[in-house]
């Protein structure tokens, strides 16, 4: 009969099969729970055989680099190597507001990134690396036998396609056979921390989509905060389970205000929260009067550089979930 315990024990046997004794495996991880549990499940199979590379694009979330290395390293036991690649993956967006130029440049510097630091690692085995670790899931299998149409965009970035063609890697991929509940319950089993199992998706591009228009340094810290405050605020009030994700844009306006007898004129937050199933089609999620007032009035007041905070209340379609 299936369980998640035998499917435990025999996908760690099935990887111990397939890499053999000596084999060595990468694999990116980014802090959420598909690439976490895939990781944590390569951890067991093959030990410090497995090398999980976290780049680290200037583009995350407050704090998310050192939370990733603490729970990875200390609570995981994963090997894991942090990358910073802030400067490069600015350098190359400066200048650029088209979404889907950002997303580009973000996926391609992420492969380049990543790449490099595939070939620092020279494994005690004195092999070379031969597996790429995927964190694809079934919907994202069927998907692609059965379904090629405008999602295929999206699709693009998670991928790495490229680093199997460019580094002769084979792939392996745990997760395959899984829904993203049975991930999630595969994740609590193996002792990945609660709050990772039950997190929001996070896009590949990070924050540069959040910040409308040209991403930068000053940009992504407005972002950064705005987002911070909002997710603390909706924890607090325990409502994070019931919505399906949610985020704060910084929209490229700037709108007159009032601080004391001052006038300012500072930029503007979007808060969009959604309930969905999958992704495809979503409802925006109805807070109740006084919690977006409080969130509002928190990052007017605690962030520099906003003077306005508005709630988006477009559903999808015809909106999407992100701003760009
Ligand atoms: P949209 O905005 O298309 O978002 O309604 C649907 C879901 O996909 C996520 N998303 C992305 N994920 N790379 C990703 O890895 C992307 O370029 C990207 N764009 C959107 C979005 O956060 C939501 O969960």
Redesign the pocket.
């Known amino acids: 009969n299936w369980t998640m315990e035998n499917f435990i024990d025999t996908e760690i046997a099935r990887i111990r099969k397939l890499v053999g004794p000596t084999a060595e495996v990468i694999g990116a991880v980014s802090g959420g729970v598909d690439s976490t549990v895939g990781a944590k499940i390569m951890h067991e199979a093959i030990g410090t055989r497995f090398h999980a590379i976290y780049v680290d694009n200037g583009l995350m979330r407050l704090n998310e680099t050192e939370t990733v290395y603490k729970t990875l390293t200390e609570g995981l036991g994963i090997n894991l190597t942090v990358v910073d690649a802030t400067d490069l993956f600015l350098g190359r967006l400066k200048g650029v507001t088209d979404p889907e130029k950002k997303?580009k440049i973000?996926?391609n510097t992420f492969i380049h990134v990543f790449e490099d630091e595939a070939a620092k690692i020279k494994p005690a085995s004195g092999q070379e690396i031969e597996y790429l670790l995927q964190g694809t899931l079934y919907p994202d299998v069927i998907e692609s036998i059965s379904f090629k149409g405008p999602?295929q965009?999206?699709?693009?970035?998670?991928n790495v396609g490229g680093l199997l063609e460019n580094m002769k890697l084979k792939l392996i991929e745990p997760l395959r056979e899984l829904f993203k509940d049975e991930v999630r319950d595969l994740g609590e089993l193996m002792g990945v921390p609660h709050d990772l199992v039950w997190r929001?998706?996070?896009?590949?591009?990070g924050l540069g989509?959040r910040v409308l228009g040209e991403v930068n340094k000053e940009q992504l810290k407005i972002a950064r905060e705005a987002d911070a405050i909002f997710i603390e605020e909706i924890k607090a009030h325990g409502l994070y389970k019931e919505i399906?994700?949610a985020?704060a844009a910084l929209l490229p306006v700037k709108s007159v205000g009032v601080m004391g007898d001052q006038r300012t004129y500072e930029q503007v937050i979007a808060l969009r929260a959604v309930e969905t199933v999958d992704?495809?089609t979503?409802d925006w999620y109805v807070f109740e009067a006084k919690f977006l007032k409080k969130v509002a009035s928190r990052i007017v007041n605690e962030v520099d550089g906003v003077a306005r905070v508005t709630y988006d209340i477009t559903s999808?379609p015809p909106?999407?979930?992100?701003?760009?």
């Open positions: 997303r973000i996926g999602s965009t999206i699709k693009t970035h998670h929001h998706p996070f896009p590949g591009p989509i399906s994700q985020l992704f495809m979503a999808k909106a999407t979930v992100e701003w760009e």
